[in-house]
Nanobody, 124 residues
Framework: QVQLVESGGGLVQAGGSLKLSCAAS????????MTWFRRQAPGKERELVA?????????YYADSVKGRFTISRDNARNTVALQMNSLKPEDTAVYYC????????????????WGQGTQVTVSS
């Protein structure tokens, strides 16, 4: 099992930057592909924003964030980060990190381990 705790959310103006971090407990962090999802409104499905493979050599980005967001991981420190640049009001959401064994599972239901979420608000 792995427990995840996100941090780094907040309020930022459009065009600004934020860096989200996710700290994982346990010794098996390197076994998991790590992802960032977001939920933009209550009741809306969580959307896969970015993913990084276990060894960090392969990444995925949703079209809506490609070129603006960067996912990275440090297996020695059991952390994954999401650097968000050129933020837009439509990036406003609760952001979650999630861990999964398989690669690039697009649906949130495919993931067993989730953080509590961190709010990102981008003002126009």
């Amino acid at each position: 099992q792995v427990q995840l705790v996100e941090s780094g959310g907040g309020l930022v103006q459009a065009g600004g930057s934020l860096k989200l971090s996710c700290a994982a407990s346990g010794r098996t962090f390197s076994r998991y592909a790590m992802t960032w999802f977001r939920r933009q409104a209550p009741g809306k499905e969580r959307e896969l924003v970015a993913a990084i493979r276990q060894n960090g050599e392969l990444t995925y980005y949703a079209d809506s964030v490609k070129g603006r967001f960067t996912i990275s991981r440090d297996n020695a420190r059991n952390t994954v980060a999401l650097q968000m640049n050129s933020l837009k009001p439509e990036d406003t959401a609760v952001y979650y990190c999630a861990a999964g064994v398989g690669w690039l599972r697009m649906a949130a239901r495919e993931y067993s381990y989730w953080g509590q979420g961190t709010q990102v608000t981008v003002s126009s």
